[in-house]
């Protein structure tokens, strides 16, 4: 099957890529706004910055190529930083508008444990949609995380884990899903995560 990862400068493209490949994808990796609005299925990584993803998105007009992808029918998968892109605002530094395409608010862990979350927490997901992106995984198998910063409690949440409280581990919207943790460094579960996204039809 064929993806199209979108090769943005702020995000762990190689290691994304590896992973796809070893689910079984054949990927093309593009910064070409147009090539990103015809795609069929993306996949949009991030690391580090909230704000400067957003900015680059939007100087690239990559944002707009997203959404028009989406709107024609694309299957689209955020990943880490790539994930809380897809909802209205980050508090992250100031407040900042993401793609908007999930309704809900990023915002800071606050709680006695240390931030950022780094290692490997148990992910819930929700029975009705365990045939999803998450079908063949157990409940609760541990995924690897490494955030400072989550939406809680979104509402179109299908996944949840707990760091200084609940907070969303994954969502879906019709064809647009995002995962909080990263599947590339989560093991198998992690690799059937990106299976699961690349066979969706």
């Given at each position: 099957?064929?993806?199209?990862?979108?090769?943005?400068?702020?995000?762990?493209?190689?290691?994304?890529?590896?992973?796809?490949?070893?689910?079984?994808?054949?990927?093309?990796?593009?910064?070409?706004?147009?090539?990103?609005?015809?795609?069929?299925?993306?996949?949009?990584?991030?690391?580090?910055?909230?704000?400067?993803?957003?900015?680059?998105?939007?100087?690239?007009?990559?944002?707009?190529?997203?959404?028009?992808?989406?709107?024609?029918?694309?299957?689209?998968?955020?990943?880490?930083?790539?994930?809380?892109?897809?909802?209205?605002?980050?508090?992250?530094?100031?407040?900042?508008?993401?793609?908007?395409?999930?309704?809900?608010a990023v915002r800071r862990f606050e709680g006695a444990l240390p931030v950022p979350q780094i290692g490997w927490n148990r992910v819930?997901?929700?029975?009705?949609?365990?045939?999803?992106?998450?079908?063949?995984?157990?409940?609760?198998?541990?995924?690897?995380?490494?955030?400072?910063?989550?939406?809680?409690?979104?509402?179109?949440?299908?996944?949840?884990?707990?760091?200084?409280?609940?907070?969303?581990?994954?969502?879906?919207?019709?064809?647009?899903?995002?995962?909080?943790?990263?599947?590339?460094?989560?093991?198998?579960?992690?690799?059937?995560?990106?299976?699961?996204?690349?066979?969706?039809?």
């Amino acid at each position: 099957m064929n993806a199209t990862v979108i090769d943005s400068p702020v995000a762990n493209t190689a290691n994304i890529a590896r992973a796809l490949r070893a689910s079984g994808a054949e990927l093309q990796i593009t910064r070409d706004a147009d090539e990103i609005a015809r795609a069929p299925k993306l996949v949009l990584p991030g690391v580090g910055s909230f704000v400067a993803a957003m900015q680059w998105l939007r100087d690239t007009r990559i944002d707009d190529a997203i959404r028009e992808a989406v709107a024609r029918g694309a299957f689209l998968l955020g990943i880490c930083v790539g994930h809380q892109l897809l909802f209205d605002t980050s508090d992250e530094m100031e407040a900042t508008c993401g793609l908007g395409l999930l309704r809900g608010a990023v915002r800071r862990f606050e709680g006695a444990l240390p931030v950022p979350q780094i290692g490997w927490n148990r992910v819930s997901a929700r029975a009705p949609l365990f045939d999803g992106i998450f079908d063949g995984i157990a409940p609760e198998t541990p995924f690897y995380f490494v955030n400072s910063y989550a939406a809680r409690g979104a509402g179109d949440e299908i996944a949840s884990a707990d760091y200084n409280g609940p907070f969303t581990a994954a969502v879906q919207r019709e064809r647009v899903f995002g995962v909080q943790f990263h599947p590339e460094k989560s093991s198998k579960a992690g690799l059937r995560v990106l299976r699961n996204f690349i066979a969706c039809k």
